[in-house]
């Protein structure tokens, strides 16, 4: 669990796209989310889940493009210090997209990249959320990052938010696929860049869903196109990795599949009418012996009586 319920913790989950609509109608459908309006900005949409807002949405802005940013989802980790985290990152080869800006009742927040180039923000918020250890449907649940030097980031990040090595997985040519976060809570993965892809390092954001093989069928219909799987994964769930209609890299993730109820009802009948046989049979054996013993007393008497019967002779004589 985390020593802290902010620090560490991804917070807030943005999208900029080109097709804000567009967007709200394939999200609604794959992840299950409806949208709100925020009252303090028009041109800012939130994603709402089943507990309340989890992320927003906006049109990618011509400062955004300028710069030659891509639609994406933008992933924010909370800090209590915020200015104390930039310059953290900066002094660790680091650098600043956007500086710190403050946000009425929201809190400040600024995005950086790593020294690999990957993209994240950071967020001080005036009232943090709590924290939630297991994901609901719809909410993220696994941040993944590709990057061309694992080691290297997982020392910047180590440094930022605090997070430890967890469980680590072998895939052979591809390398180690390392996890973090903290004893007995992890919060995703980072892993090298394979030799075959192009992509520049970045971060993947999993969203939870009821069935991550549905969510496939779901994303071709919509205009996304399927990267990977969907696939199970070692000890049951499935994942789904896939590029929304812009081209934004996103993936699914589902629980395995709960045994059926109805299976354990039905075994205890058996169950109990198996424990039921041995008694039987305990009690069988019991009268058996009963039996047994009625039987072998009489045989007692007449050999008492035969000895009694040869010492009155004897004695007669």
């Known amino acids: 669990m985390s020593p802290s319920p902010l620090r560490g913790r991804f917070t807030w989950h943005e999208l900029m796209t080109n097709d804000t609509e567009r967007a709200m109608d394939f999200y609604g459908e794959v992840a299950g989310w409806t949208t709100e309006g925020w009252d303090q900005n028009p041109t800012y949409t939130m994603w709402m889940g089943s507990e309340g807002p ?10 955004a493009a300028a710069m030659g940013a891509p639609p994406s989802w933008l992933h924010y980790i909370g800090t209590p210090d915020i200015v104390e985290t930039v310059r953290d990152a900066v002094l660790l080869g680091g650098r600043v997209i956007k500086d710190i800006t403050a946000v009425p009742s929201v809190g400040r927040f600024a ?5 690999q180039g990957a993209v994240f923000a950071v967020l001080e918020p005036d009232n943090p959320m709590p924290a939630k250890d297991e994901a609901d449907d719809g909410e993220f649940c696994w941040h993944e990052l590709m990057t061309t030097d694992a080691g290297a980031a997982f020392r910047f990040y180590q440094h930022l938010f605090g997070w430890q090595k967890t469980d680590s997985m072998d895939m052979g040519p591809a390398g180690i696929y390392q996890m973090y976060g903290w004893p007995g809570l992890s919060l995703g993965g980072f892993y090298n860049r394979p030799a075959n892809v192009t992509a520049p390092p970045h971060w993947l954001g999993y969203v939870m869903v009821p069935d991550a093989r549905t969510s496939a069928t779901v994303i071709k219909r919509r205009g996304g196109t399927i990267v990977t799987g969907p696939m199970e994964l070692p000890g049951g769930g499935w994942i789904t990795m896939a590029l929304d209609p812009e081209g934004v890299p996103f993936a699914t993730h589902s629980r395995p599949a709960a045994k059926p109820a109805a299976a354990k009802k039905a075994a205890a009948p058996k ?16 009268a058996k012996s009963a039996k047994s013993a009625k039987k072998a007393k009489p045989a007692k008497r007449t050999k008492s009586a035969k000895r009694a019967k040869t010492t009155k002779k004897k004695r007669s004589r």
């Not at 989890?54 to 802005?61: R, S, V």
């Not at 424990?275 to 049979?281: F, G, I, R």
């Open 54 to 63: 989890i992320g927003g949405l906006m049109e990618l802005t011509g400062e």
């Open 111 to 115: 995005v950086l990249a790593d020294p």
């Open 271 to 286: 169950a109990a009418k198996k424990s039921a046989k041995p008694k039987a049979a305990k009690r069988a054996k019991s």
